[in-house]
């Protein structure tokens, strides 16, 4: 009997699949689970299927984490239906961005594959081995991907049979400390039988290697240390239907301490693989490039490189998730000889505070930069020749706009701001580079066809070798999506290591690795020289506010702020914040640079864990509800 419902199972979930690159390789009329594991060839083709159950990543569409915060808005006209989370519509009818369903049957299929990889008569021990632990990896990132969504959640260890009652049907969550721990342990079992990095890149990138598996590891860790999941006592309540709690309501700084070594273990490994910090090579074009715009292409280009393929930073990305053309021309915005390409849309647009989030050039934030003039960021100035780099010569734009981080010109554009590349690559020869232009009646005007919300354009993810041309053709460089990347690995050590130790020297150490590398003086001299608070990088507390601001400066964009405002619990005091722009239909600057505001969010405590469709729910009476919904 069990025999025949896995049979079903794997027809039914096999014609589901979907995927790209090698994940194409989706087996074709598999009628039973002999045929599946026969022959390497089908066991490979299994392999890949369970691949293809990865979550979408830097899809607008897809991913929560692009349109569901505050990083990125959109006008009314579009709207999506992953932009409701930001916009505080989600429901337990029909949750947006639900993956219970597509991820357990990702886990079943994961099960499938390692109750039956040992029959495949023409694989050797090793390569068994090897496959085995790629699926358990996905079988825990499946697990946690869930976990980080809905909090604890039932844990599949072995599928049921179909002959299973219904008493055993009605599966309950287990708590967070065994989901975390049962996590930990299969990725523990998975890196052993890992090669150290994919053997042949073309072909198997984004295939699961002992890099990739420990820095994903690492990252977990620090996961279960954190706020949300570490003595969160706002989950006091939520239990079993017999009284089991789900969350222990105990801080643990021990969690902290096993976070610093997972990401310390994993950063020693990647060394040893040569991994290191993305820098964008000179030689790459025919231009001698300054090294403003040098430090801003190795800031831009580490999640797209010049050279195709990887690059050393990268420890793992989702293949399966591409930084697409539609999405890139949804990011694209018209820029001088480009204005009559209609492909080209610049919708995305980051709000006024993500403007305001980065550094000042001398790395502090704008608030507490004693030389920076903040009070005035809104007041009208003219770029000179010394900014032509950043704003257009001559051009008059708001004073929020100077004198900020390489990082800020890095991934935004905004009016009168140089947009580097897309087919003018001579940063030397005076007024040659692009220009956006936003205000009303403007190319890239809110009343215009490639238009902004807030005043504001994505950058960071719009790869610079795009170009657009008069006659509609645009060339688009897709890359994969990057789910985990040294600087990410680093920030996370540093964290850690603060949280269960405090300040100390290899907190700096890795700290100011992704600053030098952002064009920004160390974190001691910043803050001492700089800062109206030169003590706060002295104390825990203090370290722990710098940090967090690093990373969301460093990762933006990619995904990552969605998830760490609520591992931190500080979606509560970010998300409930209005949503400003500048006053996008007035042409003349006095009156553009005018904060409006675009929208009022609101974010509860039930809103740090997704609901669970009430459908589901109603079906299994041992599935709990979060709380709030």
């Known amino acids: 009997m069990k025999r025949t419902f896995t049979k079903i199972l794997v027809a039914m979930l096999l014609s589901a699949a979907s995927a790209c690159n090698y994940l194409d390789m989706i087996p074709d009329n598999v009628a039973t689970l002999d045929h599946a594991f026969n022959e390497r060839t089908q066991a490979r083709k299994f392999l890949f299927t369970c691949y293809s159950f990865m979550p979408k990543t830097g899809s607008p569409s897809g991913d929560p984490a692009m349109l569901g915060g505050d990083e990125l808005w959109w006008a009314v006209a579009r709207a999506d239906r992953m932009w409701g989370i930001a916009r505080g519509e989600q429901s337990v009818i029909n949750p947006i961005g639900s993956q219970l369903e597509r991820l357990y049957q990702g886990i079943r299929n994961c099960n499938i594959f390692l109750e039956n990889i040992d029959r495949v008569p023409d694989m050797t021990e090793v390569e068994k081995r090897q496959w085995a632990a790629e699926i358990k990896f996905l079988k825990a990132y499946y697990h946690f991907y869930l976990v980080r969504m809905y909090g604890p959640i039932p844990l599949i260890r072995e599928n049921l049979p179909i002959s299973a009652d219904p008493e055993t049907v009605q599966v309950s969550r287990e708590s967070i400390e065994d989901c975390f721990d049962y996590i930990i342990t299969l990725i523990d079992e998975a890196i052993k039988d890992l090669p150290l990095t994919v053997e042949d890149p073309t072909q198997d990138a984004g295939r699961v290697d002992k890099i990739a598996a420990i820095s994903i590891k690492a990252k977990i860790t620090v996961y279960a240390a954190s706020p949300l999941f570490n003595g969160n006592s706002d989950q006091a309540g939520l239990a079993n239907p017999d009284g089991t709690p789900l969350f222990n309501t105990e801080y643990s700084e021990e969690k902290w301490a096993r976070a610093a070594a997972a990401c310390k273990q994993a950063i020693d490994l990647c060394h040893s693989a040569g991994k290191s910090l993305y820098e964008f090579g000179s030689t790459y074009l025919q231009y001698a490039l300054t090294d403003t ?80 003039d903040y009070l005035n960021r809104y007041a009208l100035r003219t770029a000179g020749s010394d900014d032509r780099l ?85 060339s688009i460089h897709e890359y994969p999506w990057p789910l985990i990347r040294l600087a990410d690995l680093y920030l996370l050590y540093a964290e850690s290591l603060n949280e269960s130790e405090g300040p100390q020297a290899d907190v700096y150490l890795y700290l100011n690795k992704v600053r030098t590398r952002a064009g920004l003086p160390t974190v001691e001299s910043a803050w001492t020289t700089f800062s109206t608070q030169p003590e706060k990088y002295t104390t825990k507390a203090g370290l722990r506010e710098i940090i967090r601001h690093e990373r969301l400066n460093e990762l933006a964009f990619e995904g990552q702020r969605f998830w760490d405002l609520r591992r931190w619990k500080e979606a509560t005091n970010e998300l409930n914040q209005t949503i400003r722009g500048w006053d996008g239909f007035q042409a003349d600057p006095a009156d553009y640079y005018r904060p409006v505001v675009l929208f009022n969010q609101t974010f509860s405590t039930k809103d740090y864990f997704w609901p669970f469709d009430e459908n589901t729910i109603i079906k299994n009476k041992n599935l709990v509800q979060n709380l709030g919904w």
Request: net charge neutral.
């Open 390 to 474: 950043y704003i257009r010569e001559g051009y008059t734009t708001a004073s929020l706009h100077f004198d900020r981080e390489p990082r800020f010109y890095a991934s935004i554009g905004f009016d009168g701001g140089i947009w580097y590349g897309h087919g003018n690559y001579d940063d030397r020869a005076p007024g040659s580079l692009f220009n956006i232009e936003a205000r009303g009646g403007q190319r890239n005007s809110i009343s215009s066809q490639a238009s902004t919300i807030t005043g504001y354009f994505l950058k960071k993810l719009n790869h610079f070798e795009n170009v657009a041309r008069l006659n509609n053709s645009v």
């Open 293 to 372: 715009i040098s430090t801003q292409l190795s800031l831009r280009n580490v999640l797209s490189p010049s050279v195709r393929g990887w690059n050393e930073e990268m420890l793992w990305a989702n293949t399966n998730s591409m930084a697409s053309r539609n999405f890139q021309l949804l990011i694209f915005p018209a820029m001088e000889t480009l204005t009559g390409t209609t492909s080209l849309r610049g919708e995305l647009s980051p709000p006024l505070k993500i403007a305001e989030m980065f550094y000042t050039h001398h790395g502090v934030p704008i608030t507490e930069d004693k030389t920076w």
